[in-house]
């Protein structure tokens, strides 16, 4: 080694370097791809039929694909360029997916903002025709949170209940029968669409038993809904708990519906809360079984049993089929507070599944 | 306080599948009993049967009898809720309630009884039952904790802790120290040394050293063959079966020969 000069050894560092790492594109490489890649596209947008922004953008990743590959496979060899082709491929395809959603979200933010202010929030519709500004949608609030609420009182503690009949109790039955029907409802009703239990419930509800149409027969609707999601949501949730954890409390004496209310449930918290919104935040949407079960309503009515009610998607289904400017505007007024209604139902489902569920040390 | 276990010619199933035959043994109150055997052969399986655990897996039965000090523990009249209460378990692997702070998880067994407690009982509980397992110095500052924050060998001094907590006449143990590195084995073993002062404990191992340690008698169990349920070979004093074993299989099992 001493007999090596400086620039020898610099130089046989070099070469140990270059076998190791093998020739890599330079730094500025894929944004110089990027640069060539847009400045091409353009250049085709103007000369060729290659036209419109959407076209254009194709054109530029497509030709960056081509240029970053081609390039990639001169210098670095095959095995790095399939590499940043699936690398580019990945992100292209998550940015495709991500699009529609940001996009959908904008628009909601944008238009929604415009026409929302105190008013739009503590009024109602109550003789303000379609084509006049103001008004508000105060009385479908009162009526998503009442009816939603109701659907929740019934339909978490009875889905809760049915997973936990599933999990703890069915396999130590003697017939499998009663789990598996349940299991096929349970089954069924996930796969019934939202229209035809509004249409069930009208006609059992309001037909045959004389009910009168209102928020309240709109909850029983909403509650079939969410039953099977919580119904399947908490079912794998409570599969997940160890049976060490079930066997270390039935051990020590912890009669058996205490060990599901004490070890059980609080393990798996976090899982039940989660699904049992995402339950919720999908009722909150539903339209099809309010308009068959409670229809529309331009006036507050804060007696979920009594006469139709508004709720925010009927309000938003109703606000925009009058069609007029002030009236598709207060449309998407109504689709921001839906939104943000459900992010604050997750948000604090979220705080509460922390708080209670599992402690990490 | 610590009572005799006697079984006789007991059976146990795994829905049809017969998983130990034909086995009967005797443990004596304060003493420490071991079962040892190759993997498969019901060890755990008679284990579990001794404190009505074996039933809680969906289509597991017990045939034959079980008393504890004469009272058959099949008994109809008997509450396995009971029968727990009094033969306390640890696992093989540690198993703190990981929604539970230290200081939960050691009285969870009297909470979750149902009776109330004043705080001054349950903080004397917490102290006795932690030092019992020989864990109070190492988590004494620190009781408010999560209970799955502890090292393996400190989480299952928990469990040891959590179990006796209940003041139970016998502690059954499942290979309570396989998961563990060699210094908490040892501190797992100097417990069970102190432990027998008070309870009857009987120890499955996979370690003969560690049975050879700990236990006056030794179990050892064998199966005749792949699907062919288990069977008690032979049981007698620990210093019996290591030196002069009355059966052939057992001596080949001590001396390595197979297993
Ligand atoms: N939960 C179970 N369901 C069905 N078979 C089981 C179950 N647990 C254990 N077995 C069977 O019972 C036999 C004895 O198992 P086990 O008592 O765990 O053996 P050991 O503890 O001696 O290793 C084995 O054949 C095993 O496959
Ligand atoms: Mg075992």
Known sequence: MSELTRDER??????????????????????????????????????????????????????????????????????????????????????VALAPLVAVLATVIVKGMSVISSTFLTTSMRNISPRSEGGGLYHALIGTLQQVGIAAMFGVPLGILTAIYLVEYAPFAKSRRLSRAISFFVDVMTGVPSVVVGLFIFTA????????????????ALTILMLP?????????????????????????????????????????????????LAIARVAGETAPLLLTTFLSQSINTNPFKGPQAALPTFIWDQFTSATDASVNRAWGGALVLIVLVMVLYGAAKIIARYTGVKRG | MAKRIDATDVDIYYGAFKAVEGVSFAVEPRSVTAFIGPSGCGKSTVLRALNRMHEVIPGAYVEGKITLDGEDIYGSTIDPVNVRRTIGMVFQRPN?????????????????????????????????SLRGANLWDEVKDRLARPGSGLSGGQQQRLCIARAIAIEPQVLLMDEPCSALDPISTLAIEDLIDQLKERFTIVIVTHNMQQAARVSETTAFFNLAGVGKPGKLVEIAPTDVIFSTPTQQATEDYISGRFG
Do not use: C
């Not at chain 1, 081509?66 to 998550?94: K, N, P």
């Not at chain 1, 309001?206 to 149409?213: F, I, P």
């Not at chain 1, 899982?271 to 049992?276: F, L, Q, S």
């Open chain 1, 229 to 277: 999601v919580v119904v399947r949501s908490t079912e794998e949730m409570l599969r997940i708990v160890p049976r060490e954890l079930r066997e270390a409390s039935y051990a020590l004496g912890i009669p058996k519906w205490r060990t599901i209310l004490k070890i059980v449930l609080p393990t798996a918290l976090g899982g039940i809360v989660t699904g049992a919104m």
């Open chain 2, 96 to 128: 703190p309630f990981p929604t539970m702070s230290i200081y939960d998880n050691v009285v969870a067994g009297l909470r979750l009884e149902g009776k109330k407690r004043s705080k001054s009982d349950l903080d004397a509980v917490v102290e006795g």
């Open chain 1, 205 to 220: 509800f309001v037909l045959t038993l004389g009910m009168e149409r209102s928020g309240f027969t709109a909850s029983l």
């Open chain 1, 10 to 95: 610099a130089e046989s560092e070099e070469l140990l370097h270059r076998a190791l790492a093998g020739a890599r594109l330079p730094r500025w490489g894929i944004a110089a791809a990027a640069v060539g890649a847009i400045a091409l596209a353009i250049i085709l947008n103007l000369t060729t039929s290659v036209a419109g922004v959407a076209g254009t953008v194709v054109v530029a990743v497509l030709l960056f694909l081509a240029i970053q590959t081609t390039w990639s496979f001169r210098v670095e060899g095959r095995r790095h360029a399939v590499d940043r082709l699936a690398t580019t491929a990945v992100y292209a395809t998550f940015i």
